[in-house]
């Protein structure tokens, strides 16, 4: 009997991170697949030696230069391609692991911010969303430093708007309300889906 695979996602700003930590406090396994990427793309990670033959300049001694990349691909949709073509199987590697270490979990949580960008919703038994008001995310992601408000357009035009995400989604997890709230909706999901699995 395999784990229950909850999906969590979500667009930049909207307080996912924050409901990921709500589901590893409940006792859930949580793979983190941002987290994967800064690791495989760390001094020594997987992926750098492609990423700088892919993109000449975007590394250094400590991996890839994030910003550099970002430079070198965002708004440029041949270029992201090319990335994720490199990218996204080392994660599904690192992924695999992360569910063979984890098979005696009654639930675990993928935490993908493209999960229906990159069609990731098709591997998972359901989805969480975590939502906000648009003014609250924009007042949360301008206020990271080195963001601006160009930059925080290009990314989210390449994701799915937060109105589709919900549409599609099995949970919405609300994050503009206080953090008490927020932890019930956790808690009402994980108790859904623990029913689900036979829990």
């Known amino acids: 009997m395999r784990p229950v695979l909850l999906g969590l996602t979500g667009s930049i700003g909207m307080g996912k991170s924050t409901v990921a930590a709500m589901f590893a406090e409940q006792g ?7 987290a994967a990427v800064h690791r495989l793309q760390a001094k020594g990670g997987s992926v750098v030696a492609a990423i700088e033959s892919a993109f000449p300049g975007t590394t250094d001694a400590n991996g890839v230069d994030r910003q550099a990349l970002g430079r070198a691909v965002l708004g440029d949709d041949a270029a992201m ?3 994720e073509a490199i990218v996204h199987p080392a ?3 690192e992924r695999a692991a992360f569910l063979a270490a984890h098979a005696d979990a009654p639930v675990v949580l993928l935490d993908i911010p493209l999960l229906f960008e990159t069609g990731g919703d098709a591997g998972v038994d359901a ?3 975590v939502s906000a008001a648009a003014e609250v995310q924009r007042t949360r992601v301008l206020a990271r430093p080195g963001m601006t408000a160009a930059k925080l357009d290009a990314i989210l035009a390449r994701q799915l708007p937060d109105a589709d995400k919900r549409a599609r989604a099995d949970f919405v997890i609300p994050t503009d309300v206080p953090l008490d709230r927020t932890r019930e909706a956790v ?8 029913a689900r699995a036979g829990g």
């Open 127 to 129: 989805v969480a969303v």
């Open 91 to 93: 994660v599904a590697a």
């Open 28 to 34: 859930v396994p949580v793979f983190d697949a941002d």
């Open 187 to 194: 808690r009402h999901v994980l108790a859904c889906v623990t």
């Open 81 to 83: 391609k090319r990335l």
